[in-house]
């Protein structure tokens, strides 16, 4: 049958089979298949309440904020097909589950991490810089814990009424905000918003891979920062948002780009222009 894999920092390894001896990409899609895997007893403990199964086939090469990464299956689940599994990022890996147990099998990795996606809140960041290499699903984190995600980034979201600053929807992750964040922190609602904000809680684009140009947005304290109300754009809350340094950066580099120019030429472009280029 199809191998049964599991994707430790180590390498792939096989820890089962199923009973299936066709591909998965066979099984009808508009009816329920009762498919039963077998587990290697080493194996078993780690199959537990909230791990997720997807079907998984070929070489996959993705692009993210950590950098390239390369997924190569064993040769059988690459000429086959098979079924890897896991627990989502965020979430505890619960107890351990009974033999005969019944779980769904998503079609890849990406769906079967929305499944566990809860919306702990989403709101609205306006940013006055490009937003270019921020892509929806890229990572929100506050302080280096990540807590949501990008949702969205449309001018939509403000009825295109403004276009100089760019509207990008986020969504706190429920399941991560219970994970770093004890009770009494999350249990403010609008409040402890109004309050954060207040105490100079700001959103900015944050450089994930200078290799791969991904940004994330990051959530932080800012002191000394102008008190600023909190702002309603259709049924979302506006978080204010502040320039990242990177981008005050570019424009020193800019600015000495054309005091350069003024005294040496097409010479101090040609310098500095590697750098600055989009």
Same mark, same amino acid.
């Given at each position: @049958?199809?191998?049964? #894999?599991?994707?430790?920092?180590?390498?792939?390894?096989?820890?089962?089979?199923?009973?299936?001896?066709?591909?998965?990409?066979?099984?009808?899609?508009?009816?329920?298949?009762?498919?039963?895997?077998?587990?290697?007893?080493?194996? &078993?403990?780690? !199959?537990?309440?909230?791990?997720?199964?997807?079907?998984?086939?070929?070489?996959?090469?993705?692009?993210?904020?950590?950098?390239?990464?390369?997924?190569?299956?064993?040769?059988?689940?690459?000429?086959?097909?098979?079924?890897?599994? @896991?627990?989502?990022?965020? #979430?505890?890996?619960?107890? %351990?589950?009974?033999?005969?147990?019944?779980? !769904?099998?998503?079609? /890849?990795?990406?769906?079967?991490?929305?499944?566990?996606?809860?919306?702990?809140?989403?709101?609205?960041?306006?940013?006055?810089?490009?937003?270019?290499?921020?892509?929806?699903?890229? $990572?929100?984190?506050?302080?280096?814990?990540?807590?949501?995600? !990008?949702?969205?980034?449309?001018?939509?979201?403000?009825?295109?009424?403004?276009?100089?600053?760019?509207?990008?929807? !986020? %969504?706190?992750?429920?399941?991560?905000?219970?994970?770093?964040?004890?009770?009494? #922190?999350? /249990?403010?609602?609008?409040?402890? #918003?109004? $309050? +954060?904000?207040?105490?100079?809680?700001?959103?900015?684009?944050?450089?994930?891979?200078?290799?791969?140009?991904?940004?994330?947005?990051?959530?932080?304290?800012? /002191? /000394?920062?102008?008190?600023?109300?909190?702002?309603?754009?259709?049924?979302?809350?506006?978080?204010?948002?502040?320039?990242?340094?990177?981008?005050?950066?570019?424009?020193?580099? +800019? +600015?000495?780009?054309?005091?350069?120019?003024?005294?040496?030429?097409?010479?101090?472009?040609?310098?500095?222009?590697?750098?600055? &280029?989009?």
């Amino acid at each position: @049958g199809l191998p049964i #894999m599991l994707r430790p920092e180590t390498g792939t390894l096989r820890v089962g089979t199923t009973e299936a001896p066709f591909a998965v990409a066979d099984l009808p899609e508009d009816e329920d298949v009762e498919l039963r895997i077998f587990i290697e007893d080493e194996y &078993s403990g780690l !199959v537990s309440e909230n791990v997720r199964f997807w079907h998984e086939s070929g070489v996959e090469v993705t692009a993210g904020a950590e950098g390239f990464k390369l997924n190569l299956p064993s040769i059988e689940t690459l000429l086959a097909g098979g079924i890897t599994f @896991g627990v989502p990022e965020g #979430m505890d890996p619960g107890e %351990q589950v009974e033999d005969d147990s019944y779980f !769904v099998l998503y079609g /890849d990795a990406e769906r079967a991490e929305e499944s566990v996606f809860r919306s702990g809140g989403e709101f609205v960041l306006l940013f006055d810089q490009s937003v270019r290499g921020l892509a929806v699903g890229a $990572k929100v984190e506050f302080r280096g814990l990540q807590v949501g995600r !990008v949702a969205e980034i449309s001018f939509n979201l403000n009825d295109g009424s403004e276009v100089r600053r760019v509207p990008v929807l !986020v %969504q706190l992750n429920q399941a991560l905000i219970d994970r770093h964040f004890p009770a009494a #922190m999350r /249990d403010e609602g609008g409040a402890g #918003m109004a $309050k +954060a904000i207040g105490s100079g809680l700001r959103g900015s684009l944050r450089p994930s891979n200078y290799l791969t140009g991904q940004y994330y947005v990051d959530l932080d304290f800012y /002191d /000394d920062l102008p008190l600023q109300p909190i702002a309603q754009i259709g049924k979302y809350a506006v978080l204010p948002t502040v320039e990242t340094g990177l981008a005050r950066l570019e424009e020193q580099l +800019a +600015a000495v780009l054309r005091s350069d120019e003024r005294r040496g030429g097409n010479e101090c472009r040609s310098r500095w222009a590697p750098y600055l &280029s989009d």
